[in-house]
């Protein structure tokens, strides 16, 4: 366990029992992701690869045995909130605590008994910056109280109970990629999932042995899955799948992308989602092609093609996106593209390590000749999925 997770857990802990007055039953942790390609293929049954970060939600917790639920968070200076369990209901609430309390009633809407539970949660993973914060929030709660009630649930399921609660309680329509990311990633690895029955395969990913690195750009510009842009995505690509009598647009063979374009006629919108989400596919393929055999610097050009699809076809970045991806690459990136749900968060920058200190230098430049909030870049190592701390 890293010295950053055991840390966090005894600051918790510590919290927990001021807040609530007694010792927590145990601590939990969950990573935010992020997402090495595949972007918008997971509601459209394909693939993705996305790894955990250092960066982790923890969460201390106690059962309560009286069907109430308290929730407080180390970012919230006000006393826990309450809530009774009876009277969870989607959509009631917009706040953070959608997202905890949509976890407990997924899980009593799937038949699981909880009689309540004294949570108290601490994250280092940045919300908004498309790095699944809100993933790390629904996973750490879901695996201590799968602990805690003796659910025996696997990390996918927990992963599925999460997305219901995102997708019907707090109302946002988004995929599986980020629950299962952040409940089934294991340190050092990527993981390639085939989102249409969650298959998965972790994929040996160690850049530094290799004198690389993986950047994480946050250029700062918040993003929100709920407020709409993300759900007509989904809703196009939907109707791309109905219009070629397909269940799911991974259904839609890369060799036939052609011809299913043409039978999409003069359908411009569609055919742009379409035609993302086929070669989305196919890159991931070729990425996990490319690692398995031994070819890291070679999957450079596939992010970067990546992120033209996501500009051109999708439509979902941003200037400032753009300028990470085009001042990285003009500064000798191997490959570069946005990550995660698009129309702000962050970029990924694949580079040899010693351009890291000038590449990064000419990202915050960029960005202040620009005008732009200045952004935030870290090194991204691929790190353990959900856990028990203690
Ligand atoms: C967001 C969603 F939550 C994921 O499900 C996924 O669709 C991603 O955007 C885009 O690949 O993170």
């Not at 995505?233 to 259904?251: F, H, I, N, P, T």
């Not at 299913?260 to 742009?272: C, N």
């Not at 620009?370 to 935030?376: D, E, I, Q, V």
Request: glycine letters at 10%; aromatic letters at 6%.
């Amino acid at each position: 366990m890293s010295e950053a997770v055991a840390r966090a857990a005894d600051e918790v802990a510590d919290r927990f029992r001021e807040l609530y007055g007694s010792a927590p039953e145990g601590v939990w942790a969950a990573p935010g992701r992020v997402n090495l390609i595949g972007e918008h293929t997971d509601y459209n049954d394909g693939f993705v690869m996305p790894f955990a970060l250092p960066h982790t939600t923890v969460a201390a917790v106690a059962r309560r045995e009286d069907g109430r639920l308290r929730l407080h968070s180390a970012d919230i200076d006000a006393a826990p909130v309450e809530l009774t369990l009876d009277e969870l209901a989607p959509e009631s609430d917009k706040g953070w605590t959608a997202y905890p309390a949509g976890v407990v009633w997924a899980l009593r809407e799937a038949g699981h008994e909880i009689d309540g539970a004294d949570i108290h949660l601490a994250s280092t993973v940045p919300s908004g910056a498309g790095l699944s914060s809100s993933a790390a929030l629904e996973v750490v709660v879901a695996l201590a109280l799968n602990d805690l009630y003796a659910l025996g649930l696997r990390g996918w399921q927990l992963a599925r109970l999460c997305q219901r609660a995102e997708n019907v309680y707090v109302g946002a329509p988004t995929g599986i990629m980020d629950q299962t990311a952040s409940a089934c990633c294991e340190d050092g690895h990527a993981l390639f999932l085939d989102t249409r029955d969650l298959s998965q395969k972790q994929i040996p990913f160690d850049l530094a042995a290799e004198g690389m690195r993986l950047l994480v750009v946050d250029t700062q510009v918040k993003h929100a899955h709920s407020d709409g842009e993300y759900g007509k995505r989904r809703a196009g690509c939907e109707k791309g799948a109905a219009l070629l009598g397909v269940d799911a647009l991974r259904d839609v063979a890369y060799e036939e992308l052609d011809a299913a374009l043409d039978r999409l006629g003069d359908e411009e919108e569609v055919r742009r989602l379409v035609r993302h989400v086929v070669t989305e596919d196919q890159r991931v393929e070729r990425v996990v092609s490319l690692l398995e055999s031994g070819d890291t610097r070679g999957i450079g050009p596939v992010l970067t093609e990546g992120h033209a699809s996501l500009r051109d076809d999708f439509r979902i970045s941003c200037p400032e996106l753009d300028m990470v991806v085009d001042t990285a690459l003009a500064t000798g990136a191997l490959g570069a593209r946005m990550t995660g749900g698009g129309f702000g968060g962050s970029a990924i920058v694949l580079v040899e390590e010693a351009t890291v200190a000038p590449l990064t230098a000419a990202v915050e430049a960029a960005f202040a000749q620009a005008g732009f909030t200045a952004p935030r870049t870290f090194t991204a190592v691929p790190s353990p999925g959900a856990h028990r701390v203690r």
